[in-house]
């Protein structure tokens, strides 16, 4: 069974640009979470959906994100336009069911912004 | 508020040792969930272990051995004999039904990077 999967691995851009993050959770999984971890700090919650509604988006930190996750499958996470304090890694979850007890990590996007 | 507090940022020792990785947890919630992660050199987050909030009993896995207390609120790590492929980030993280939303939402702590020396 393949992992959750995202990319880019790596994606490194300009002050302004716009960058698109892609998750792609456990196969049949309906919960998919973004997390984020800046320099040093703890991993911190963005949102979270079940199928392809939000059920949590209290911890997108301003509307230059935009989460999507048309038909209930793969998700993107968009920032734009890019800020020099969005640099991080970007981490994708997924869970089974309604008790999202085990979430299933993807290997993160690193994003750097010049 | 949830909140997860690991006080050791870094730790080194020599294979073979010992090492506890400490975690201190706040949260008002009396159902909650207690987590641990690796991280390796390669990036993905590893499932360790899960803990209910009212299962107090203590778990070893291997070398992996993890204490639960409570009247503390901590959830210790011990790697016993440790080696060099336990090298890594280490978090531990909570998951509680804060303020009525759905299970969803996992609080981190900042993680204690391991060294283990050969």
């Known amino acids: 069974e393949a992992g959750v999967t995202q990319f880019p691995s790596h994606s490194v851009i300009e002050k302004g640009q716009t960058v698109t993050l892609r998750c792609d959770p456990i196969s049949g999984h309906d919960n998919l979470y973004w997390y984020r971890r800046v320099m040093g700090k703890e991993i911190k919650f963005l949102l979270h959906?079940?199928?392809?509604?939000?059920?949590?988006e209290s911890g997108m930190p301003n509307n230059r994100f935009l989460a999507e996750r048309t038909g209930g499958t793969y998700s993107t996470l968009k920032v734009q336009p890019a800020e020099l304090e969005d640099s991080g890694v970007y981490f994708c979850?997924?869970?089974?069911?309604?008790?999202?007890?085990?979430?299933?990590f993807g290997p993160g996007t690193r994003l750097t912004v010049t | 508020a949830q909140k997860v507090t690991q006080a050791q940022t870094e730790i080194s020792v020599v294979e073979k040792e010992d090492v506890t990785l400490d975690c201190v947890y706040e949260t008002r919630d009396t159902t909650y969930y207690l987590f641990w992660y690796k991280q390796p050199p390669s990036g993905e987050l590893v499932f360790l272990i899960r803990?209910?909030?009212?299962?107090?009993q203590n778990e070893i896995s291997g070398r992996y051995s993890w204490n639960f207390q409570k009247s503390t609120s901590s959830f210790n790590f011990t790697i016993t004999a440790s080696q060099v492929v336990d090298s890594a980030v280490y978090f531990c993280?909570?998951?509680?039904?804060?303020?009525?939303?759905?299970?969803?939402?996992?609080?981190f702590g900042q993680g204690t990077i391991l060294t283990v020396h050969p």
């Open positions: 979850a997924s869970s089974q069911g309604l008790s999202s007890y085990e979430q299933y």
């Open positions: 803990r209910n909030s009212f299962d107090e």
């Open positions: 993280a909570l998951l509680s039904n804060a303020g009525g939303t759905s299970y969803g939402k996992l609080t």
């Open positions: 959906f079940v199928k392809e509604s939000k059920q949590d």
